[in-house]
C-alpha cells in the first residue's frame, strides 16, 4: 500500500513543474495525485488509489483543462507588456527632435527620443512608434 503522504508529496512536485510549464496538465495531476492521497489515507487500496488518480487524470485534463486554456488565452489577446505598451502612446517634445537625438515628455516622464521622419520641433505632439533600448522612435502626431 502506498502511505498518503507519498501522494501529497507526488502533488507537490507536480505543481512546482506546473509552475514551470504552465500547462495545467501537471496542475491536474497534482490534483488527482491529491484525490488519491485522500483515498490512501482513509484505508484505501493500492489498486483504489491507482484507479482514483488515473479516472480524476482523466476527468480533469479533457473536462476542466480546456475550460482553463481557453479562458487564459481569451484574457491574453491583445495584451501588450513592457515596451510593447508604450508604442502608440502621445507625448510633446521638450528639446528638438531629430534623426539622431532629442527629448520628449510621455508616460509619465522624460524620454530620450529620435525622430522616425526629420526634425520635430519643440512642443510639437508626437506618437511613439517603437522602442529602441531606452530611446523612443517618435513622429509628428499630425502631420
Known sequence: MIAW?????AALVFGIVELLSITFVFLM???AAIAAGFVAL????????????????????FAIR?????????????VRTNADALI??????????GER?????????????RSAEG????????????????TAVVQPLHS
Open 29 to 31: 495531476f497534482a490534483i
Open 119 to 134: 526634425l520635430i520641433p519643440v512642443g510639437a505632439e508626437v506618437t511613439v512608434v517603437a522602442i529602441d533600448g531606452a
Open 42 to 61: 482513509f484505508g484505501g487500496g493500492t489498486l483504489a488509489q491507482f484507479v482514483v488518480f488515473v479516472v480524476v487524470s482523466i476527468l480533469l485534463i
Open 88 to 97: 502608440g502612446k502621445t507625448g510633446y517634445v521638450t528639446q528638438l527632435v
Open 66 to 78: 480546456p475550460l482553463m486554456k481557453g479562458r487564459i488565452q481569451r484574457s491574453g489577446e491583445d
Open 101 to 113: 537625438d532629442g527629448r520628449i515628455q510621455f508616460s509619465g516622464g522624460e524620454w530620450s527620443a
Open 5 to 9: 503522504w507519498m501522494w501529497f508529496l
